[in-house]
């Protein structure tokens, strides 16, 4: 059928109905035993303009005003239906990335931003599984796919809500949009060569760490679970989120405050007087765990993800040695802003911390979190390098690592693997 027959026939539905019927048109042109040809593809490009996004008018013209937010959630309503009963994972995916694949409009942008918030929200395994095919073919580190991942922790991990249970349960769900998604978030906060501050909310890392923590395998899942893509699609190269939970749990130690310990405070019974001299006895509450802790928890389950992400001879590998090398320049200038006084060392060689610690020396405690950040990254270094997760130009790697300020366990790994190569 023609551009133009196709087009009269979809001009005889308002809208929504119309962008109901062009998708099915979408899917008979593009989803076939052989891709499809570029007229093809062009006219479908020029139904989803028109007769879905609402962006060109019938005489091909821009228009100046695009869907109104109403029109908006009736889209997402029926892409979502869309993607709910289709049973085919290429067709589905076919549909999405054409949809919203490419360099978009942010009109395009902002309605997938609200699907996928929606998605989250509904636990939608059909709708994140797309969106994680979408992450990992635009980049997971491109402005768009930022972009969605910005939008996603605004309306879900900025407020500490109830809704942590549907969170965690995402990576059972839809791990491989999870896995996207991580990684796409470890590239929004990372730290600059000059110190700042840009750690991730403390609600986002909480579900990061137990979405890593137990589940050994999940920063793996777009590795292993190739994505079903369109007949000639190019697949882009999963990429996990290792290194960059890597950085956060390394960086840590320099950048977040360890709270008080308020043990003695918590297991105190309180005792409220009410208006009859009676008291009333309250157990004390559980709190929750220092952040310091919980990028502890995470460091471990960074490890248990690099255990399990031993692969066999010529599979791919999970950890960049570039991406890993480039957390040395950040530990050398943090290094720099660090004057060790000599309890410091002798803390580093291991010399009992307690009379450093209650000296309260800011000197010496930098250098004490320092030697921390040394030793996470070196335990990192040493079970991908054991486990054989690191591709790359591990030589490099080795030289990047000599140049941070002396810790014993870093010097072993280098010389050990520095014989072996």
């Known amino acids: 059928m023609a551009l133009t027959d196709i087009k009269h026939s979809l001009r005889k539905f308002e809208f929504p109905v119309c962008a109901k019927e062009a998708l099915i048109r979408i899917e008979q042109l593009l989803v076939s035993r052989v891709a499809p040809t570029n007229k093809q593809v062009d006219i479908s490009m020029d139904i989803i303009a028109e007769f879905i996004f609402w962006e060109m008018d019938r005489r091909g013209n821009r228009r100046s005003t695009g869907l109104s937010p109403l029109q908006e959630l009736q ?160 697949p882009m190269a999963a990429v996990t989120p290792l290194a960059g939970l890597i950085h956060w749990c390394a960086l840590a130690p320099l950048y977040v405050k360890d709270e008080a310990d308020d043990k003695e405070e918590s297991t105190k019974v309180k005792r409220i007087k009410l208006e009859h001299e009676r008291e009333l006895t309250v157990k004390p509450v559980r709190k929750p765990a220092r952040e310091a802790e919980v990028y502890m928890m995470l460091q471990l389950g960074v490890l248990q993800s690099l255990r399990a992400a031993r692969r066999p001879p010529g599979a791919p590998c999970a950890v960049s040695a570039q991406q890993l090398a480039a957390l040395a320049p950040r530990l050398a200038a943090a290094a720099c802003r660090v004057q060790p006084s000599p309890a410091a060392l002798q803390l580093s060689n291991n010399v009992c911390a307690l009379s450093l610690l209650k000296s309260k020396n800011i000197d010496d405690l930098m250098m004490v979190s320092l030697q921390d950040c040394l030793d996470r990254i070196g335990q990192a270094v040493q079970v991908a390098l054991a486990n054989g997760c690191v591709y790359g130009n591990i030589s490099n790697l080795l030289a990047a690592l000599d140049t941070l300020p002396e810790n014993r366990l870093l010097r072993i790994i280098i010389k050990t693997h520095q014989q072996s190569i």
């Open 75 to 234: 889209l997402i309503d029926i892409i979502c239906d869309y993607l709910s009963t289709c049973a085919n994972e290429t067709t589905k995916n076919t549909i999405f990335l054409s949809l919203f694949g490419g360099q978009e409009s942010q009109r395009r942008l902002k309605v997938l931003s609200i699907l996928a918030s929606m998605a989250v929200s509904a636990s939608s395994t059909p709708v994140l599984l797309a969106v994680g095919v979408w992450l990992q073919q635009m980049g997971c580190s491109s402005p768009q796919s930022l972009q969605l991942a910005e939008n996603i922790i605004r309306d879900h991990f900025f407020l500490n809500t109830s809704n942590q249970r549907v969170l965690k349960s995402l990576a059972t769900t839809a791990p491989q949009f999870v896995s996207n998604f991580i990684t796409a978030v470890t590239e929004l906060y990372m730290h600059d060569e000059q110190g700042s501050n840009n750690m991730p909310p403390r609600n986002l890392l909480e579900v990061i760490t137990s979405w890593v923590y137990t589940n050994p395998t999940l920063c793996m899942s777009a590795q292993l679970n190739a994505a079903a893509l369109p007949n000639g699609a190019i």
